[in-house]
């Protein structure tokens, strides 16, 4: 299996090698500009000559035979130029489907001239090209009328098809080549075109509808569409095309359903009385559904709907520099060490097995029978010493085999190219939510695990070791597999070098508070706004869970997108958040508790709604990495530490001090350890990968996070009560009458916006009216009804 992969990759990279060739040709920007206008002029000079062809190429066409000659006169507009090249091209060509190389001559001057991004020149390119070609034999058909239609390539071709086809199987290949040009194109399919109709027929439904009956225009009549304008990533960034996208955003009515009956009066004397009863509507299930049956599920993803995701041919090979060599040798030498040194401690072995992995060999050892595995755990240190060779791992035994493992360090280790994770099947396949490929175990398998069930991640590793290159492989995991809609980073790099590359798909993919110029922070007292930030993030998400009685952000994204939340309510597709800190131990020398307080509140409640914390640190001391912080970091990663006590530090195990460096690392979800060779990816491959996502068309900013006020002038801003929101008082009714603190109550009786809701009640909190936030359950209200209420309010303002 092995061999064969091995095979196949060298066929595999140079098909990609001969595309990246050809726009590797750079030109200067001046060169850009002369050659575009070139093109430009050409393409139209090419629009003329063809035109005035096609009405002169009668006259003209005795004289194509001395066209050199400078005597000879031609009708065409373009003269003897014109009529030689037109001659070509639609004569002895493909007949007047030729025009469309005039027009694709002409666009790629334009895109010269204007410096656009080459991609989607290449598809107008490949589809014109076939375009023309399809016409160019359709019009064959009628060449015995018009020889000038299909030109000769068209009529050649026709005929040559004829001849083995027949007419009618010709006919009907023309047929399906029409479809598969429809189909892939211009994307029409039979489900597009029976909701295009159904949508038709209900617009004029509607329209009659609202004629009829113009006053009573309910809420589910209105259309809530969002409109967003986007900026065309061009390099420069110099010209703005504005591309307006319509999503049906339907809103679900749960407006109560009032009913009223009256009981007449029996007599008289007696009153008559209205009784009302008021009955909540709940979300319907057919409504929703009518909603999809009529748009579709809602699509994320829409508003980048052409974003193409990074290709692996952006990444290198490094499978060149080693493949799996299985050192016959080497390996024999190894068994004899392990079997003389254990003989020297009287431990008799049984069998022993290797298993060769990139950069370390697994020999598992079953000790003979009556030898106690204690006895080897016992000697561990004894046997490294005595195998003398850096990076010796001792497992003693296996976790559920039973067997004893010794690792020994490669003569000649492997790189496991990132490349080779990311085009592994397991990868591929890989249904995960925020699916990560760390690199391979021992037996060469890729290790793909999902960031989402981890919850968190904390790594550690002395400098140079390979954390950074780690870092990279895991947002390089996540951005092959995820879209700009799904995932969003919250990068955070004190040493400021690390992942500045990441600037480049700030638009794409990054986070920032609204008040910051750059998405990445590099100064450590702007991270506890951002910390703060995500906390509030978190608070609101869990708001918007409770709402739509659903427990962690994968629910509530299905349920979003089968439209049965509304979004007049403040739902929202929610994109996953990465928090990655790198040099934590920095963080933490600085800023102390205010960094660990949001860090672990966060770490703590923020798994179900889809934040994920990322935390590298050089130095795994325990002032950093803290009993608080450690408890709710299952998963970590050590790649190699100093000591033994730093080991134990981030593993709570020894081992991380016995790797050999350079990607070697040991992983832990909590349980066994696994040793993984990093899938390594340079610094240029990121740069590649950020700039291809990076020129393509992005979202108008970085992704917003709440705005986040810190402490000391929002005490003063909830204290000013000139400064309360003008319903703070009716707000306050509200839910000291309901007896229950909660925003989205606040949203549907006053009428307003999420984000003001969360605002009110934050002012109702520092007021004493409500309690403080607690998760999943509402808040209390502190005040029993309203003539206390009344009273409390007095009180304030004396
Ligand atoms: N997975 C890997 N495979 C092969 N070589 C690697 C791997 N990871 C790192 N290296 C080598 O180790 C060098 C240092 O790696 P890296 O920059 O990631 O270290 P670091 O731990 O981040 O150091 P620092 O903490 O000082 O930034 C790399 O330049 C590379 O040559």
């Known amino acids: 299996m092995a061999r064969k992969k091995t095979k196949k990759r060298p066929s595999k990279s140079k098909a990609p090698k001969k595309q990246v060739k050809l726009p590797s040709l750079k030109l200067s920007r001046k060169q850009k500009v002369v050659l575009g206008s070139f093109l430009m002029l050409f393409g139209f ?89 399809w016409l160019s034999v359709f019009f064959g058909f009628f060449a015995e009328k018009n020889a000038m239609l299909g030109g000769t390539v068209g009529f050649e071709t026709n005929d040559y098809l004829q001849d083995y086809l027949g007419l009618i199987g010709t006919i009907l290949l023309m047929f399906f080549l029409a479809i598969v040009y429809l189909v892939f194109r211009l994307k029409i399919t039979p489900e597009r075109i029976s909701v295009y109709f159904k949508k038709a027929s209900s617009d004029i439904k509607e329209e009659f509808a609202s004629d009829e009956e113009a006053p009573i225009n309910t809420m589910a009549n209105e259309k809530a569409s969002v409109k967003q ?101 080497e390996l024999e030498e190894n068994k004899n060490k392990i079997v003389e040194t254990l003989k020297n401690y009287k431990i008799g072995i049984d069998h022993i097995k290797a298993t060769v992995g990139p950069t370390v060999t697994l020999y598992e050892i079953i000790p003979e029978a009556g030898i106690r595995i204690s006895k080897i755990k016992n000697l561990e240190d004894d046997i490294a010493l005595s195998l003398a060779a850096l990076g010796i791992r001792i497992i003693a035994p296996i976790p559920g085999k039973g067997t004893v493992g010794i690792e020994v360090p490669n003569k000649n280790p492997r790189i496991v190219s990132m490349r080779s994770t990311i085009a592994s099947p397991k990868f591929q396949n890989a249904e995960m939510e925020l699916p990560i490929a760390f690199g391979k175990t021992i ?64 638009r794409h993919y990054l986070a920032k508070l609204p008040d910051s110029e750059d998405a990445i922070i590099t100064d450590n007292s702007k991270v506890i706004n951002t910390l703060n930030s995500l906390c509030i993030e ?7 869970l409770k709402d739509a009685y659903v427990r962690n952000i994968k629910e509530y994204n299905a349920k979003f997108k089968a439209r049965k939340l509304n979004p007049e309510n403040g739902h929202k597709f929610l994109p996953y958040i990465v928090l990655v800190v790198d040099e934590f131990a920095d963080l933490i020398m600085t800023a102390g508790k205010e960094v660990e307080t949001p860090i672990a509140r966060l770490a703590q409640l923020a798994r179900a709604i889809g934040i994920h914390l990322i935390i590298a640190t050089q130095r795994p001391s325990v002032n950093v990495i803290t009993g608080m912080i450690k408890a709710n970091f299952p998963a970590r990663i050590a790649f190699r530490v100093m000591s033994k006590i730093d080991s134990r530090t981030i593993l709570d195990n020894g081992g991380a001090d016995q790797l050999i460096g350079r990607g070697d690392m040991l992983y832990t979800q909590g349980n066994e350890l696994i040793r993984i060779q990093c899938a390594f990816v340079d610094t240029p491959e990121v740069d590649k990968i950020c700039e291809y996502i990076g020129s393509q068309k992005a979202y108008p900013d970085a992704h917003k996070l709440p705005e986040y006020i810190s402490e000391d002038s929002g005490t003063s801003l909830d204290i000013d009560i000139s400064e309360r929101d003008s319903l703070f008082n009716q707000a306050a009714e509200v839910l000291v009458t309901a007896q229950q603190g909660s925003a989205s109550l606040l949203q549907r009786k006053l009428k307003i916006g999420y984000n003001r809701a969360g605002r009110i009640i934050d002012q109702l909190e520092a007021a004493d009216i409500v309690g403080p936030f607690e998760g999943s359950k509402a808040r209390q209200v502190l005040i029993s009804d309203l003539q206390s209420l009344e009273r409390h309010l007095n009180d304030e303002e004396s």
Do not use: C
Request: aromatic content about 12%; glycine content about 4%.
């Open 45 to 133: 000079a090419l629009l003329i000559a063809f035109s005035s062809f096609l009405i002169n190429w009668q006259i003209d066409q005795s004289e194509l035979s001395q066209l050199s000659d400078r005597n000879v006169q031609t009708r065409n507009w373009l003269s003897s130029f014109g009529a030689g090249i037109s001659n070509f091209f639609i004569y002895k060509g493909f007949g007047v489907a030729s025009f469309s190389l005039a027009i694709l001559t002409f666009l790629t001057g334009f895109y010269l001239f204007l410096n656009f991004n080459f991609q989607r020149l290449k598809a107008y390119w490949f589809w014109g090209v076939l375009l023309m070609v």
């Open 229 to 329: 304008d986007i900026v065309p990533d061009s390099p420069d960034n110099s010209t703005t095309e504005e591309v307006v996208i319509e999503q049906q955003l339907e809103p679900i009515v749960d407006e109560p359903k009032i009913t009223s009956t009256t009981i007449e009066a029996s007599n008289e004397d007696d009153i008559s009385m209205e009784v009302e009863t008021t009955e909540e509507e709940e979300v319907s299930e057919t409504k929703a559904n009518k909603l999809v049956e009529d748009f579709g599920e809602f699509d994320p993803k829409l508003e980048l709907s052409n974003y193409k995701f990074p290709t692996i041919e952006l990444l290198k090979d490094y499978s060149n520099s080693g493949g799996i060599t299985i050192n016959q040798e």
């Open 443 to 506: 037996s060469n398998e890729t290790l793909v695990v999902d960031l989402a069930k981890m919850p968190h991640l904390l790594m550690a590793g002395a400098t140079g070791q390979g954390k950074s290159v780690g870092l990279n492989a895991i947002l390089t995991s996540l951005l092959y597999k995820k879209h700009p809609a799904e995932v969003k980073f919250v990068l955070v790099d004190p040493k400021k070098v690390e992942l500045t590359l990441f600037n480049k798909i700030e």
């Open 538 to 544: 978190m608070d609101e998400r869990y708001e918007l």
